[in-house]
């Protein structure tokens, strides 16, 4: 193989020969040859190797490599096709306009030749079009200019292939931004929501249903993962009418479309900058907890309890009281979350557990808690209130320790740590029965369970807290002795 020597460090193509260095890989390879051949032709014409004089030779090669398909390998078009996402940002953006469709002809040939391309050379396509139209977005504003340049760019969303799907969501995000502040952005933006009304998702799933119908669904889905990455992006009245149809969307359970929704809906509430109404905002978790406590999902979304711990939390800020009024159901879906058998979730749901503990549990509600508690004591007649909203919660805490499991069951006893220190001295009055459940869990064998340490350290703590006094008082009988024996 020729010699490669790096051009004139002027020259992009000598930056691109140095990003791509590693022999073992055929990719850098195929690419190190192409610069080398394309630098030797412009030295022999003494032509300057300007990015517009790369993307043109590239561009040449790239089509007669795809007039060669299938014959051409997949490196070779992912040589062509990486040079130009390095080159297209570099070039004047009026050479582009000029010369806008023999461009994206080249760039868009592959995928149109061969329905069977390597995913590689697919998210490269993707990749080049979204340059494409960033860089010429910088100077153009009239929507004809870039209405099939990005229809295209926009129909990948729906095909087949995963990775190439992934990538356009990638690359999505960024169009949307250089489009924005432009009479682009608009037209943009209704091009996604279109997609909604073109790929509904049907009903419930039929395995007896035709190809058709499974790809309409498929294609329902897929759009859904290009409306999700543009959320934050939309102006509030959009992203309301959005959330809106997804509302209706998560009464049809079906398990791609809720998780897409819940993925859409936690990236939404990381975004500081994004206007949501907290009512809206609710509602969709409120609907989410539900599905979730009522087991209508196959699986839960992986970012559902994220999306449970950072959306509550941001709703409280805007609105306290229709927040706690729904604190109950969202515990209750985190504790079904939590009983999950993937363990990777299981951290998230403690982590979602103690971050509302500590932002939506106030005094008022604590006082709230206690005066109950004390009423029903000094019923005569045995009779009792509805439960408090912070009882609510704490019998759904005192509940998690029900698990067996010993991973379950750590994680559990820091969900159980926390509430106990939320409440401090009212511990006593709010916590009873989780207090006998330590005290029965550690008269258990020692084979039968590993925490009792870790007990009998919170039992201490609780002590510290609430007096001694005041946890005997409610500790049944058989347990005073025990009690007494583990603080002293």
């Given at each position: 193989m020729e010699t490669l020597t790096v051009v004139d460090a002027a020259n992009i193509g000598a930056s691109i020969l140095m990003r791509f260095t590693d022999s073992n890989r055929e990719l850098d390879l195929e690419i190190r040859k192409l610069i080398v051949v394309m630098s030797g032709v412009f030295r022999d014409h003494k032509a300057p190797p300007t990015p517009v004089d790369y993307l043109g030779a590239t561009c040449t090669s790239l089509d007669i490599a795809t007039a060669s398909m299938p014959q051409a390998s997949g490196h070779v078009?992912?040589?062509?096709?990486?040079?130009?996402?390095?080159?297209?940002?570099?070039?004047?953006?009026?050479?582009?306009?000029?010369?806008?469709?023999?461009?994206?002809?080249?760039?868009?040939?592959?995928?149109?030749?061969?329905?069977?391309?390597?995913?590689?050379?697919?998210?490269?396509?993707?990749?080049?079009?979204?340059?494409?139209?960033?860089?010429?977005?910088?100077?153009?504003?009239?929507?004809?200019?870039?209405?099939?340049?990005?229809?295209?760019?926009?129909?990948?969303?729906?095909?087949?292939?995963?990775?190439?799907?992934?990538?356009?969501?990638?690359?999505?995000?960024?169009?949307?931004?250089?489009?924005?502040?432009?009479?682009?952005?608009?037209?943009?933006?209704?091009?996604?929501t279109d997609l909604l009304n073109k790929y509904p998702p049907l009903g419930n799933h039929d395995v007896k249903a035709s190809a058709s119908v499974l790809s309409q669904k498929e294609k329902a889905w897929f759009t859904l993962d290009v409306v999700k990455v543009s959320l934050c992006l939309m102006s509030t009245e959009d992203r309301t009418a959005v959330l809106i149809y997804f509302k209706s969307l998560l009464e049809l359970n079906q398990f791609p479309v809720t998780a897409r929704i819940v993925d859409g809906l936690y990236g939404l509430c990381l975004d500081p900058s994004a206007d949501v109404s907290p009512e809206l905002l609710l509602d969709l978790i409120r609907s989410i907890c539900l599905s979730v406590t009522q087991h209508k999902m196959m699986y839960i979304p992986e970012t559902a309890a994220g999306l449970l711990s950072i959306g509550v939390a941001k709703v409280y800020s805007f609105n306290q009281k229709i927040c706690e009024t729904n604190l109950p159901i969202v515990f209750d879906a985190l504790k079904v979350i939590l009983g999950e058998p993937k363990i990777d979730d299981l951290p998230d749901a403690v982590h979602a557990f103690k971050c509302l503990i500590h932002a939506c549990i106030d005094e008022s509600l604590i006082k709230e808690g206690v005066d109950c508690v004390v009423m029903n004591a000094s019923m005569d007649d045995g009779s009792k209130s509805e439960p408090t909203i912070i009882e609510k919660l704490c019998a759904t805490i005192q509940s998690l320790l029900g698990h067996r499991k010993t991973t379950i069951w750590a994680l559990a006893f820091e969900v159980v740590s926390t509430m106990f220190d939320k409440l401090g001295a009212y511990s006593s009055y709010l916590m009873r029965g989780t207090l006998k459940t330590l005290a029965d869990i550690q008269k258990l064998p020692d084979q039968e369970f590993s925490f009792k340490e870790e007990v009998k350290l919170l039992l201490k703590m609780l002590v510290e807290k609430c007096g001694f006094d005041a946890i005997m008082a409610i500790m049944p009988q058989e347990h005073k002795k025990l009690l007494v024996e583990e603080v002293s």
């Open positions: 078009l992912d040589a062509h096709l990486t040079i130009l996402s390095i080159v297209i940002p570099k070039v004047p953006a009026a050479f582009l306009i000029k010369n806008l469709w023999p461009l994206f002809n080249s760039i868009a040939r592959p995928l149109r030749s061969s329905s069977l391309i390597d995913e590689s050379t697919g998210c490269l396509v993707v990749k080049c079009v979204a340059e494409l139209i960033i860089a010429v977005a910088k100077v153009v504003n009239n929507w004809s200019d870039v209405s099939e340049l990005y229809s295209f760019f926009l129909s990948l969303a729906t095909i087949k292939a995963l990775e190439v799907r992934t990538q356009l969501c990638l690359c999505l995000p960024d169009v949307l931004q250089r489009f924005q502040g432009t009479p682009l952005f608009d037209p943009a933006i209704k091009k996604i």
